[in-house]
């Protein structure tokens, strides 16, 4: 039984706050876990990739793998733990790239997660960064958060800035202990810089509403589409077990064994997230709003530059590439000149702060 707990905790990493609330598949679970290490393999590869937010989805994308040895002296040097197809590590890489910041990448395997063992944070994305001491910043948004501000604002070293999003332990309504990291989306800019990067107030509230708003309801909709039948659910982990980090036996027990745990895991979603039995019809609405957000008058919500907010949307969208899920939102949304926009801005990279 022990293998099958341990994997249950692997898988449930990766899985949505409001999805974590309650382990699925436990029955599953508890009778893989006789099987000893076969168990622990067969139920880790089923939920290691699986879950609405932190799900590992297919990514047709390209990784810059640059070595921090190669920085110049005195340089932010970033060091990423990711898993490359899960939607918030594409939030970060969008960042990074599209700020021209060299990083590493250390692909963390999802079952025995051994890259990572050096952290008590045992979820993805995981940022070291060195800017003159060593730092381990988490979770996606406060990455991008504490950089961002480390970017535009010298007057603090790193180490202070991460300081302002402390990490909060709260408790859901079902008496789940959870960690939230408090002030999250803002940037901890003093007057001056406010203004230079928000000229006004709204530009800063629009920026932190979106950010939210991707993480809080896009990011959900993402399994129950790539999930949404068994042939989608298998061109999935297809992709995902090709992309990713496993051996030759995990990635057989991911491919098959979790595109049928996934599908209906998916079913699950669906309805806690009170989605449509037409589940493109919740993903198409919630493209078509962000569209309407950014307006005909804007390239990107930031102007005539990306913010974090079009970072954040594109960054969860992206994941998708390659898929059906991702054909049919091109074919049947408004998205598709603001996302080749993205991804001709993100090409060019080193945008000056």
Same mark, same amino acid.
């Given at each position: 039984?022990?293998?099958?707990?341990?994997?249950?905790?692997?898988?449930?990493?990766?899985?949505?706050?409001?999805?974590?609330?309650?382990?699925?598949?436990?029955?599953?679970?508890?009778?893989?876990?006789?099987?000893?290490?076969?168990?622990?393999?067969?139920?880790?590869?089923?939920?290691?990739?699986?879950?609405?937010?932190?799900?590992?989805?297919?990514?047709?994308?390209?990784?810059?793998?640059?070595?921090?040895?190669?920085?110049?002296?005195?340089?932010?040097?970033?060091?990423?733990?990711?898993?490359?197809?899960?939607?918030?590590?594409?939030?970060?890489?969008?960042?990074?790239?599209?700020?021209?910041?060299?990083?590493?990448?250390?692909?963390?395997?999802?079952?025995?997660?051994?890259?990572?063992?050096?952290?008590?944070?045992?979820?993805?994305?995981?940022?070291?960064?060195?800017?003159?001491?060593?730092?381990?910043?988490?979770?996606?948004?406060?990455?991008?958060?504490?950089?961002?501000?480390?970017?535009?604002?010298?007057?603090?070293?790193?180490?202070?800035?991460?300081?302002?999003?402390?990490?909060?332990?709260?408790?859901?309504?079902?008496?789940?202990?959870?960690?939230?990291?408090?002030?999250?989306?803002?940037?901890?800019?003093?007057?001056?810089?406010?203004?230079?990067?928000?000229?006004?107030?709204?530009?800063?509230?629009?920026?932190?509403?979106?950010?939210?708003?991707?993480? /809080?309801?896009?990011?959900?909709?993402?399994?129950?589409?790539?999930?949404?039948?068994?042939?989608?659910?298998?061109?999935?982990?297809?992709?995902?077990?090709?992309?990713?980090?496993?051996?030759?036996?995990?990635?057989?027990?991911?491919?098959?064994?979790?595109?049928?745990?996934?599908?209906?895991?998916?079913?699950?979603?669906?309805?806690?997230?009170?989605?449509?039995?037409?589940?493109?019809?919740?993903?198409?609405?919630?493209?078509?709003?962000?569209?309407?957000?950014?307006?005909?008058?804007?390239?990107?919500?930031?102007?005539?530059?990306?913010?974090?907010? /079009?970072?954040?949307?594109?960054?969860?969208?992206?994941?998708?590439?390659?898929?059906?899920?991702?054909?049919?939102?091109?074919?049947?949304?408004?998205?598709?000149?603001?996302?080749?926009?993205?991804?001709?801005?993100?090409?060019?990279?080193?945008?000056?702060?």
């Amino acid at each position: 039984m022990a293998g099958a707990g341990r994997a249950w905790r692997v898988g449930a990493l990766l899985l949505p706050p409001a999805w974590r609330l309650r382990a699925p598949g436990r029955a599953f679970g508890a009778a893989a876990g006789r099987g000893g290490g076969g168990g622990r393999l067969l139920l880790g590869a089923a939920f290691a990739l699986g879950g609405g937010a932190g799900l590992c989805l297919a990514a047709r994308q390209r990784l810059r793998e640059h070595s921090a040895a190669e920085l110049p002296s005195g340089s932010l040097q970033l060091t990423l733990y990711q898993y490359k197809t899960c939607p918030f590590c594409s939030k970060v890489r969008a960042f990074l790239d599209y700020h021209g910041l060299p990083y590493e990448i250390v692909e963390v395997n999802p079952i025995m997660r051994k890259e990572i063992k050096f952290s008590s944070y045992r979820k993805v994305p995981i940022l070291l960064a060195n800017a003159g001491s060593p730092l381990q910043l988490n979770d996606s948004s406060v990455i991008i958060s504490a950089i961002k501000t480390y970017l535009i604002s010298r007057r603090n070293s790193l180490e202070e800035i991460v300081s302002f999003y402390p990490p909060v332990k709260t408790v859901t309504e079902k008496g789940k202990e959870v960690m939230e990291y408090e002030n999250k989306y803002w940037l901890m800019l003093d007057e001056k810089e406010t203004k230079r990067v928000y000229p006004v107030k709204e530009v800063r509230v629009e920026e932190m509403k979106w950010r939210k708003w991707a993480d /809080d309801w896009l990011v959900h909709l993402i399994s129950p589409n790539v999930y949404r039948t068994p042939k989608e659910a298998l061109a999935s982990f297809d992709y995902i077990v090709r992309e990713g980090k496993f051996g030759t036996l995990e990635g057989l027990f991911a491919k098959y064994v979790g595109a049928v745990a996934m599908f209906f895991v998916s079913k699950r979603l669906k309805k806690r997230h009170n989605l449509r039995d037409d589940v493109r019809e919740d993903l198409y609405e919630a493209v078509n709003e962000w569209v309407k957000a950014v307006g005909k008058h804007r390239l990107f919500m930031g102007g005539n530059q990306p913010n974090l907010a /079009d970072l954040a949307v594109y960054g969860v969208l992206r994941v998708m590439e390659g898929l059906e899920a991702f054909d049919d939102m091109m074919a049947h949304t408004k998205i598709q000149p603001w996302y080749q926009r993205m991804e001709e801005v993100i090409e060019k990279t080193g945008v000056a702060i």
